[in-house]
């Protein structure tokens, strides 16, 4: 098997006290994990202790990724620009991975244009965010983690509140992620949404991370009902 | 909640109102005060004399209107220029500075290292800087400039970190998740967010350069306030009256033209064709017609 693109070791996560405890795992090419579990569980911490914002409480995690724009992230409030244009906002996530100095410039734009028009923004790239409904704003915040193409994209709650015919844009737009090899870790509560996108699922409860494949988490669920 | 917000001012004034007794001590020269104030304006300084607005007996007037050539204009164009390049390079160093004081932005004791040295440059007056400025390169305007744009920096710098420590923090999480540089996420995230509070201050502190150019002008840092001075050493109040009421009224047409760039932003920060712009469309229209 390739090099993992994460590796977790012994992890402990939470603030005052433990949220989930003694992580170790491998994240791989390609693979896309859902988090689940129920609400102030730690999903969100976990998301946010692999992107750097939360300190570990006690072991480690290492991430194999380019250092430029190797690591994408979509935060539950989804941290765009809300003053800047659909357009400044998704060429943050193209400037991530081919940075101004770097030239590049032709490939820059067709990132941006191209990840705009796979999430149906294309009549409203000059509009500023503040002006987008609550959907189109979460499909800003995927076109920009699109044509930053990481390596691993971390996404809280992405796909909620989104309707099922947006849905199905998004997930085809990130299919062209995940067909390059690239990895998501998604944070999800509708388990519809996972069984469209997931490949394995990380369940925490009791403050353990469980690792199963989606096939083990189906059966799983046919025997609690 | 409403009683105590009362209860909380009257006690603050309560407070204020007797230090102010053990400050002022003899209040009976108040009312003498107030007498003295009166003949001094009545005598020596009112009507205001508005000969400060004719030419200059030397040099010789060439343009074909003598208020160009008058102290009142010269005096104040020098002031206006002089605080809009001191505005101007103080705005550039207060962002630059006011980027590594944010905590958002930098790190504590690089944040706390820049607020020290914001503070150090706020803490002197701009009248002291001015006095100082005149000290190492002499009388005249460049020591108004360099005088305001340390004083611009300082006070600007603090309302801008302030600024950027109030913007919502997940888009600087997310920019720093995806690895971009410092540089890129205050021009491409934090001014963006912030510019029309940016916009906001510049024009306020524009203004204030104005109206301050009068009191760095008295140690001989350029401006309408050198002309003052030399006025009040000669007694002639009449006319120092004349060139502060010439003072209110650009000071009110700064303040006119601050709303009117300001009316092109929204209080949340979109750009909008304010109801004015339309009207004088209309207008040049109707002429046209």
Partial sequence: MADPLLTISDLSIGFKEDLVRDISLEVHSGEIIAVLGPSGIGKTTLVRTIAGLVRPRQGSFELHLPSQGGLGYIPQRLGLVRHASVYHNVNLGARASLPLLKGKREERIERVTSAISALGLKEKIHEPIRRLSGGQIRRVATARALAQRPKLLLADEFLSELDHSTVDVVIEAVQTLIDSGNSIIMVEHHEENVELIATRIWLIQNEQLLDMSIEEWRKRQEEEE | ?289
Avoid at chain 2, 137 to 159: E, S
């Fill in chain 2, 1 to 289: 909640m409403r009683k105590n917000f009362i209860a909380a001012v009257g006690g603050l004034l309560f407070l204020a109102l007797l230090i102010l007794i053990d400050l002022a001590g003899d209040w009976g020269r108040l009312g003498q005060g107030i007498d003295n104030l009166l003949t001094f304006t009545g005598e020596s300084m009112w009507p205001p004399n508005w000969s400060v607005l004719e030419a200059q007996s030397y040099p010789v007037c060439e343009k074909d209107i003598e208020f160009f050539c008058s102290v009142g204009y010269i005096g104040m164009v020098e002031t206006i220029k002089i605080a809009f390049v001191a505005t101007i390079l103080g705005f550039i160093g207060a962002l630059s500075l006011s980027s590594f004081a944010a905590k958002n932005l930098m790190p504590m004791p690089i944040a706390l290292f820049f607020r020290i040295v914001l503070s150090a440059i706020r803490s002197l007056p701009s009248l002291i800087w001015a006095i100082i400025f005149v000290i190492v390169i002499g009388v005249g305007p460049l020591a108004g400039v360099l005088a305001m744009t340390f004083y611009t920096v300082g006070y600007l710098g603090k309302l801008h970190y302030e600024a950027f420590e109030r913007m919502p923090s997940d888009s600087l999480e997310v920019s720093r998740a995806m690895g971009l540089s410092h540089p890129t996420i205050f021009t491409s995230v934090v001014i963006p967010e912030t510019g029309n509070h940016l916009l906001s201050q510049l024009m306020f502190m524009f203004e204030y350069n104005v109206r301050h150019g009068t009191v760095i002008g008295l140690v001989g840092a350029g401006g309408i306030g050198f002309y003052i001075n030399t006025y009040l050493k000669l007694l002639q109040y009449d006319k120092v009256l004349a060139l502060l009421i010439l003072i209110f009224i650009v000071v009110i047409i700064i303040d006119l033209l601050s709303l009117m760039i300001r009316s092109f932003v929204t209080d949340d920060g979109d750009v909008r064709q304010p109801k004015w712009f339309s009207f004088l469309k209309k207008l040049k229209k109707g002429s046209e017609q």
